[in-house]
């Protein structure tokens, strides 16, 4: 008889069957006489949906069918995966077979993986479980000679059970129950709610409201330089008697928070008055970090090189199964078993070049040795912390080249000892007692930065250079040769980053009260190490928050969202603190400590609380605010209520978000005043996400007899005859005017005014004033330089605008040349040869960009003409892509349609062929592999 082997990815069964003794491949699986070896594609089976348990009933949502409870939670193959799960199902009914190894990953998900599989294939095998830490050779023998049985397991399958199911009851009723509230039968709207996205939102939401609240206040800070005979110095002034005031994280003993008390201090630095020297030294150090997990890791690849959460997960998980470099990666853990000495020093041994010198020290000098910061058991949860494997990389790419070196470097780092600085404090005292701080820090044994290069303190920290030393000729004395003042104002707190947001998932429980939970939530956080990047990427995509560069922002839909569950008061649903009940229980139940069945019906009394105050909820007088804003249709206040501003009489509504838009309060007052406003900036397209400008106007509602609305104006059915002229060109008569979102030129063809020309009032957020839009359609057709765009990023630029006929075309002043770390100037980027369209072949037309599609000698190219005539390339494709000629039908087919047939014969890196169809990216300007279903 043999035993069942499955893996949770196909690399891993591949990997299991070399280390297990070269088992040969037969078929899509690994088999000999003792083996087979098979595998999942990550999940193969998922809860059913509603729609699976009763179509009639819950396929279209419903409130009223709401909370939906399943009396028995079932099964379904995903739908890409049915093939694979077919598959497995057949080896799991083998006759030969008389167990089964579940070598999933080593944590709850991937005991889910497993434990759905099994169930939904009705086998009835004996489990074992292969609890692997690395994927060397090493590791995966070490796992299999110590399989545990699966009823060892039972717990942490009831946990992922649980997790699962409780995700389910709370992520389906609260989706469908707050979409059909704020959004209705509008298509394409979903308001989705979850145990970790939602608090995590409400966390970035939360800071953008300390953000918008902040009042900035004023404050003084004073600096000297001080002369010795052996140089000089600066020094910050010191608030006498200083004691932080309470509940105020801006006071700082160097900030005058009162103008003359500043003046005060200033005015007794001038005149080069002599200054009472006295300094102290000490000796400080700094401990060698600690090794990675995989969240610390995260943080730091977006701190240093902008990585994604996402995409450091996908690199490190490549290093961990494709390179066999790392060991796992998925882990929340920062030390190491207490037995693992003898693998780290192999691991030691066989790093080379820079690093393996550093590591050839640590071994000379006895540093690998028993510490409770590395080698803890008690810090060791289902895996222990990531560190280099005895497997040298090859063959990496230059991303992951860098993130290993993080990894090892880190690694050994760890081992050696402290560094150590020489700190020296001097006080400078100008009479009548105003004392001015200096601080000299020396590096005096580099410790663990030498693994790091670093040899001195960072020359631009401003105490990082030796203070010139006093002499017995200063007597204790400096002269203060000048001093300033310096006025600034407090700075609100900055928006989450990637890097500042795990750190923020991961401390979590410091937001909860209770004690168990914010201690399950110490080794949790929000969500696991594993999940938290999809967290964030979800949210993205749910267009709960938006990237610009490297800050996170909530958009107006999170906002919309976190303020309706607050009205229902389902609270709850925002706070970490359900999500660290959930782990505080979910941890002991891992531990066959807290029952299934208990949890689960906590879950659903939760569940239908949510959903019974959502239902019932009703926007009335009582849960709405007076504002001061009259409407004109009954003289009285309106009222605030969650979604819009509402008169009493019922008949003027004015959402407060229109397009993606959240009005303020003083652009609704403005807009009752007036009856519009506007071109405003920042409505969101919803089909193509871009931002565009409007107008909003007070209109009659067509629908609704009797009542009023506001409506976006896009100005773009304006009666030039209509407008009134601001400009007259004097040779031809044409007439400038201003429009409700664009300035329109308009000039007489056979006796009627017919627009010429027209630009935007309101350009990337920077309005164009009537003086730039007359030099735009005058004899220059040119404007002068315009600073203060923004650009779709968020990012500032300056540029002319210039008229080339009909259209408008962008001018860009020359950049400053970039400079090297040493001032020089960087020797700039050869140019990309400019498209010779004479020199290719015209294919035929490409509709999805609106251009003409060419072959050139090597490349696919989409071109458009620019507004001087001049090609621009919007699409390219090389012909030859991984090692085969694009057949030109597939590339026609993909420039009409957006996708290719099948290609097949294409050459990965490692060698192996494989087929895939091409698909066009979202912004069209590439082609991009979707492969075919397993």
Same mark, same amino acid.
């Given at each position: 008889?043999?035993?069942?082997?499955i893996?949770?990815?196909?690399?891993?069964?591949?990997?299991l069957?070399?280390?297990?003794?070269?088992?040969?491949k037969k078929?899509?699986h690994?088999?000999?006489d003792?083996?087979?070896?098979s595998?999942?594609?990550?999940?193969?089976v998922?809860?059913?949906?509603?729609?699976d348990?009763?179509?009639?009933?819950?396929?279209?949502?419903?409130?009223?069918?709401?909370?939906?409870?399943?009396?028995?939670?079932?099964?379904k193959p995903?739908?890409?995966?049915?093939e694979?799960?077919?598959?497995?199902?057949?080896?799991?009914?083998r006759?030969?077979i008389d167990?089964?190894i579940?070598?999933c990953?080593?944590?709850?998900?991937?005991?889910l993986?497993?434990a759905?599989?099994?169930?939904?294939?009705?086998s009835?095998?004996?489990?074992?479980?292969a609890?692997?830490?690395?994927?060397?050779?090493?590791?995966?023998?070490?796992?299999?000679?110590?399989?545990?049985?699966g009823e060892?397991?039972?717990?942490?399958a009831?946990?992922?059970?649980?997790?699962?199911?409780?995700d389910?009851?709370?992520?389906?009723?609260?989706?469908?129950?707050?979409?059909?509230?704020?959004?209705?039968?509008?298509?394409?709207n979903?308001?989705?709610?979850?145990?970790?996205?939602?608090?995590?939102?409400?966390?970035?939401?939360?800071r953008?409201?300390?953000?918008?609240?902040?009042?900035?206040r004023p404050?003084?800070?004073?600096?000297?330089?001080?002369?010795?005979a052996?140089?000089?110095?600066e020094?910050?002034?010191q608030?006498?008697n200083?004691?932080?005031?309470?509940?105020d994280?801006?006071?700082?003993?160097?900030?005058?928070?009162?103008?003359?008390?500043?003046?005060?201090?200033?005015?007794?630095?001038?005149?080069?008055?002599?200054?009472?020297?006295r300094?102290?030294?000490?000796a400080?150090?700094q401990?060698?970090p600690?090794?990675?997990?995989?969240?610390t890791?995260?943080?730091?690849?977006?701190?240093?090189?902008?990585?994604?959460?996402?995409?450091?997960?996908?690199?490190?998980?490549a290093?961990y199964?494709?390179h066999?470099?790392?060991?796992y990666p998925?882990?929340?853990s920062r030390?190491?078993?207490?037995?693992?000495?003898?693998?780290?020093?192999?691991?030691?041994t066989?790093?080379?070049?820079?690093?393996?010198?550093?590591?050839?020290?640590?071994?000379?000098?006895?540093?690998?040795?028993?510490n409770k910061?590395?080698?803890?058991?008690?810090?060791?949860?289902?895996?222990?912390?990531?560190?280099?494997?005895?497997?040298?990389?090859?063959?990496?790419?230059?991303m992951?080249?860098k993130?290993?070196?993080?990894?090892?470097r880190?690694?050994?780092?760890?081992?050696?000892?402290?560094?150590e600085?020489?700190?020296t404090?001097?006080?400078?005292?100008?009479?009548?007692?105003?004392?001015f701080?200096?601080?000299?820090?020396v590096?005096?044994?580099?410790?663990?930065?030498?693994?790091?290069?670093?040899?001195?303190?960072d020359?631009?920290?401003?105490?990082s250079?030796?203070?010139?030393?006093?002499?017995?000729s200063?007597?204790?004395k400096?002269?203060?040769s000048?001093s300033?003042?310096?006025?600034?104002?407090?700075?609100?707190?900055?928006?989450?980053?990637?890097?500042?947001?795990?750190?923020?998932?991961e401390?979590?429980?410091?937001?909860?009260?209770?004690?168990?939970?914010?201690?399950?939530?110490?080794?949790?956080g929000?969500?696991?190490?594993?999940?938290?990047?999809?967290?964030?990427?979800?949210?993205i995509?749910?267009?709960?928050?938006?990237?610009?560069?490297?800050?996170?922002?909530?958009?107006?839909?999170?906002?919309?969202?976190?303020?309706?569950?607050h009205?229902v008061?389902a609270d709850?649903?925002?706070?970490?603190?359900?999500?660290?009940?959930?782990?505080?229980?979910?941890?002991?139940?891992?531990?066959?400590?807290?029952?299934?069945?208990q949890?689960?019906?906590?879950?659903?009394?939760?569940?239908k609380?949510?959903?019974?105050?959502?239902?019932?909820?009703?926007?009335?007088?009582?849960?709405s605010?007076v504002?001061?804003?009259?409407?004109?249709?009954?003289?009285e206040p309106?009222?605030?209520t969650?979604?819009a501003f509402?008169?009493r009489?019922?008949?003027?509504?004015?959402?407060?978000?229109?397009?993606?838009?959240?009005?303020?309060?003083?652009?609704?007052?403005?807009?009752?005043?007036?009856g519009?406003?506007?071109?405003?900036?920042?409505?969101v397209?919803a089909?193509?996400?871009?931002?565009f400008?409007?107008?909003? =106007?007070?209109? %009659?509602?067509?629908? !609704?007899?009797?009542? &009023? #609305?506001a409506e976006?104006?896009f100005?773009? +059915?304006?009666?030039?005859?209509t407008?009134?002229?601001f400009?007259?060109?004097?040779?031809?008569?044409?007439e400038?005017?201003?429009g409700?979102?664009s300035?329109?030129?308009?000039?007489?063809?056979?006796?009627?005014?017919?627009?010429?020309?027209?630009?935007?009032?309101l350009?990337?957020?920077k309005?164009?004033?009537?003086?730039?839009?007359?030099?735009?359609?005058g004899?220059?057709?040119?404007?002068?330089?315009?600073?203060?765009?923004?650009?779709?990023?968020?990012?500032?630029?300056?540029?002319?605008?210039?008229?080339?006929?009909?259209?408008?075309?962008?001018e860009f002043?020359?950049?400053?040349?970039? =400079?090297?770390? %040493?001032?020089?100037v !960087?020797?700039?980027? &050869? #140019?990309?040869e400019?498209?010779?369209?004479? +020199?290719?072949?015209?294919?035929?037309?490409?509709?999805?960009?609106?251009?003409d599609l060419?072959?050139?000698?090597?490349?696919?190219?989409?071109?458009?003409?620019?507004?001087?005539?001049?090609?621009?390339?919007?699409?390219?494709?090389?012909?030859?892509?991984?090692?085969k000629?694009?057949?030109?039908d597939?590339?026609?087919?993909?420039?009409?349609?957006g996708?290719?047939?099948?290609?097949?014969?294409?050459?990965?890196k490692?060698?192996?062929t494989?087929?895939?169809?091409?698909?066009?990216?979202?912004?069209?300007?590439?082609?991009?592999?979707?492969?075919?279903?397993?």
């Open positions: 008889m043999k035993s069942l082997i893996a949770e990815k196909p690399s891993v069964a591949a990997d069957a070399k280390a297990l003794g070269k088992i040969p078929g899509d690994f088999e000999n003792e083996f087979v070896i595998s999942a594609v990550g999940h193969l998922e809860l059913e949906m509603p729609e348990i009763d179509k009639k009933k819950y396929g279209f949502w419903r409130l009223e069918v709401l909370p939906i409870i399943p009396e028995k939670f079932g099964l995903i739908a890409d995966s049915k694979r799960f077919t598959h497995l199902k057949k080896l799991l009914a006759d030969d167990q089964v579940n070598a990953d080593a944590g709850r998900e991937g005991e993986i497993f759905y599989l099994y169930q939904l294939a009705k009835k095998l004996p489990i074992k479980r609890w692997m830490q690395t994927m060397t050779t090493e590791g995966i023998q070490l796992a299999f000679s110590k399989l545990r049985d060892q397991m039972a717990g942490l009831d946990a992922a059970r649980c997790r699962s199911e409780s389910w009851l709370i992520g389906i009723n609260g989706t469908r129950a707050l979409t059909k509230r704020m959004f209705g039968s509008r298509a394409g979903v308001a989705s709610v979850g145990r970790v996205q939602t608090p995590t939102l409400a966390i970035v939401f939360n953008e409201l300390e953000i918008r609240n902040f009042k900035p404050f003084w800070r004073v600096t000297a330089e001080f002369t010795v052996k140089g000089s110095y020094g910050f002034y608030r006498a200083f004691k932080k005031a309470e509940n994280e801006h006071d700082r003993i160097d900030r005058v928070w009162d103008k003359a008390m500043a003046e005060a201090v200033l005015a007794a630095c001038q005149g080069q008055p002599p200054a009472s020297v300094e102290e030294k000490k400080s150090n401990a060698s600690r090794l990675y997990d995989l969240t890791l995260q943080r730091e690849a977006n701190g240093r090189f902008g990585l994604p959460a996402r995409r450091t997960l996908q690199i490190a998980q290093l199964e494709r066999k470099a790392i060991t998925r882990t929340d030390a190491l078993p207490e037995d693992y000495i003898p693998t780290v020093r192999q691991t030691l066989n790093l080379s070049g820079e690093l393996g010198k550093h590591a050839d020290t640590i071994l000379a000098q006895g540093w690998l040795k028993p910061r590395i080698f803890n058991n008690a810090q060791i949860s289902d895996h222990f912390a990531i560190i280099p494997t005895t497997t040298a990389p090859s063959n990496l790419d230059e992951e080249a993130v290993y070196d993080m990894i090892a880190r690694f050994v780092a760890t081992f050696f000892p402290s560094a600085f020489d700190i404090t001097r006080i400078s005292t100008v009479a009548p007692g105003h004392d701080k200096t601080e000299g820090k590096l005096t044994a580099p410790g663990w930065l030498a693994v790091y290069n670093k040899t001195v303190v020359d631009d920290s401003p105490d250079k030796a203070l010139p030393a006093l002499s017995p200063d007597n204790s400096a002269v203060t000048t300033t003042l310096h006025t600034e104002t407090t700075k609100p707190p900055p928006r989450y980053t990637e890097a500042t947001l795990l750190s923020a998932m401390g979590a429980g410091k937001l909860v009260d209770d004690e168990a939970m914010a201690d399950a939530m110490k080794e949790r929000l969500g696991t190490p594993a999940t938290r990047a999809d967290t964030i990427e979800g949210l995509n749910q267009k709960y928050m938006e990237r610009n560069q490297r800050e996170l922002a909530p958009t107006t839909k999170a906002e919309s969202v976190i303020e309706f569950l009205a008061q709850a649903l925002t706070k970490p603190d359900m999500t660290g009940e959930w782990e505080s229980k979910l941890r002991q139940m891992e531990q066959n400590k807290y029952p299934r069945d949890f689960m019906q906590e879950i659903i009394e939760v569940t609380g949510i959903v019974e105050r959502t239902k019932t909820f009703e926007e009335n007088e009582s849960n605010r504002t001061d804003i009259v409407s004109p249709t009954d003289g309106m009222l605030e969650l979604r509402r008169s009489d019922g008949v003027l509504s004015i959402y407060k978000v229109m397009s993606g838009r959240k009005l303020d309060e003083s652009e609704v007052r403005q807009l009752v005043a007036t519009e406003i506007g071109p405003l900036d920042g409505f397209s089909k193509t996400g871009n931002r400008p409007s107008k909003i =106007k007070i209109v %009659d509602d067509e629908k !609704k007899p009797g009542q &009023k #609305k976006l104006d100005g773009a +059915k304006v009666d030039v005859n407008l009134e002229p400009w007259t060109d004097p040779e031809t008569g044409a400038l005017c201003e409700p979102t300035y329109i030129l308009r000039e007489k063809v056979d006796g009627e005014w017919t627009e010429s020309f027209k630009v935007g009032r350009m990337c957020q309005p164009i004033t009537r003086e730039m839009a007359i030099d735009l359609v004899p220059a057709k040119k404007t002068g330089l315009i600073q203060g765009f923004t650009s779709k990023k968020g990012r500032p630029f300056d540029a002319f605008l210039l008229r080339v006929g009909p259209k408008i075309a962008w002043p020359p950049r400053a040349p970039r =400079k090297n770390a %040493d001032g020089s !960087k020797t700039p980027r &050869k #140019k990309k400019p498209l010779d369209i004479t +020199k290719a072949q015209k294919l035929g037309e490409s509709k999805l960009h609106d251009g060419y072959l050139t000698p090597d490349a696919f190219v989409v071109v458009k003409p620019q507004a001087d005539g001049t090609p621009r390339t919007v699409f390219e494709l090389k012909r030859i892509l991984c090692g000629e694009l057949p030109v597939e590339v026609e087919r993909l420039v009409e349609m996708k290719t047939g099948l290609i097949e014969g294409l050459l990965s490692r060698g192996t494989f087929s895939a169809y091409l698909t066009l990216s979202k912004d069209k300007k590439k082609a991009e592999f979707e492969f075919p279903s397993r």
